[in-house]
């Protein structure tokens, strides 16, 4: 098995050539099911039009098509291995899909453990939908915005302990413990139109994912690749990585964004709790990296 290859390709024709127990940990993000036209995008960049909200797959098909895909993610992972899913509720004319919920059911029913779920929190981005009550603020006219989706990370068999390396070796211990540690994390997105690609997730989380679940020389799949986050960061931390992508035009942008400069930011939000009897909880802004005290 050849690695540190990025394909252009249907994931699932790809990895039915692949070796079974090849993998230590899977990261990605699915497809929307309506909410982006690829192939739309994938042709005419992030100014084209008509690429948002023009799919029509039913959500019992689109969650028949992504257990199979992760079916066969689990096949090619490792006993022990990990497979770690970002994925959001979606809204259809105002109420919600309820895609990781289902997506969890169908993955437990296939074999996976759900070794962990963390909450994405977006704070600076999401979906606006409270507009409308600030208008009308009686009851039932509220609609949260949504500033989160999930990281479900599933577990093919029993946990495989190992001691070999140390987990992140440049980080703020206050990151660490403050933050990383908890089951919610708060990522700012990608801003709009910084990437060539119409909702790639931020490397902050590839980033903690591979520290967390993985060790250098670790085979990394990302079967829905996209701009190639999961890639740049697997390589940038030393391990193997095999990338996916149906849209040659992707597949192509994430092979030219292997050798750039990690984008994993500066400064870390957190949220800090004084003990002085009375204080609320606020927002602080820390170094990510390690500093020498
Ligand atoms: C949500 S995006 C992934 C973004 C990626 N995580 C990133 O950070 O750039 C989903 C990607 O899956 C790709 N895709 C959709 N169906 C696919 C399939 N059957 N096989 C391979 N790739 C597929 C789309 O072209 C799109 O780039």
Known sequence: ????????????????????????????????????????????GNKGENYRGKLSISVSDYIDNMAKIFKEVHRVTKSGGYCCIVIGNEINKGTLEPLPALLVS??????????????????????????????????????ANIMHEVILVMRKGENRLQKIEYAFSNINQDVMWKEIANSVWHIAPVPPGFLDHPCPYPEEIPYRLLNLYSNEGSTVLDPFNGAGQTTKVARYLGRKFYGIDIQKTYAEYAKTRLNEEPHIRDESIMLEFERIEGSIPKWKKIPTKKINR
């Open 1 to 44: 098995m050849e690695f540190d290859r990025i394909e252009c390709g249907d994931n699932i024709d790809v990895l039915s050539k692949i070796d079974s127990d090849t993998f230590d940990i899977t990261i990605t993000s699915p497809p929307y099911r309506n909410a982006i036209d690829y192939s739309m995008h994938a042709k005419h």
């Open 106 to 143: 169908r993955l437990y029913e296939q074999g996976w453990a759900l070794h962990e779920e963390i909450v994405w929190h977006k704070v600076t981005g999401g979906a606006n939908r409270a507009g409308s009550f600030v208008q009308r603020p009686y009851p039932s006219y509220f609609r």
